[in-house]
């Protein structure tokens, strides 16, 4: 056998590893665009396998749980619940994240963007008069993507990352 090309061929052996690796790498991030709106999660799962922290779960609410019909006003079984929710994230030191996903249906006198802005910020209202500091509260915004689940517009809270 010829010595230089059995040496070639240890010397390109980091070739293919390195290949290999970048294979890998496309896959991943290939499958992490295709997972389309269950791209958190999937992170937080590779978050987690690589010794991270799992984000504390989000409290999702209905806004038509909480809201006058195509109102950002709050019904006081509304208010109930979002002080109870106060009530757990009252003494932390976290920051919380309130966002909105969908839009809802029976808006009547606002456009989705300006209802969902004003139910935002009623929680974030409500949430402050019942004892969360307003320097702990972030507003994010809106997600306009109800996918398959049309429930209408959906208020999460969920301590911050």
Known sequence: MNIQAF???RRSRWAISFADLLLLL????VMLQASGQRRDAMLVQVRQQFGGRAPAK???????ELFLPGEALLTPAGEARLAALAGRFASGRT???????????????????????ARLGAVARALKSHGVDRDRLVIRGLDQRDG???????????PDK
């Open 58 to 64: 989000a409290t999702e609410i209905r806004a038509s």
């Open 26 to 29: 496309l896959g991943f991030f």
């Open 7 to 9: 040496s070639g061929a």
């Open 95 to 117: 920051r919380l994240e309130v966002s909105s996903q969908g839009t809802d249906p029976g808006r009547q006198r606002f456009d989705s963007w300006d209802l969902a802005a």
């Open 148 to 158: 398959a689940s049309g429930k209408g517009q959906v208020l999460r809270v969920m």
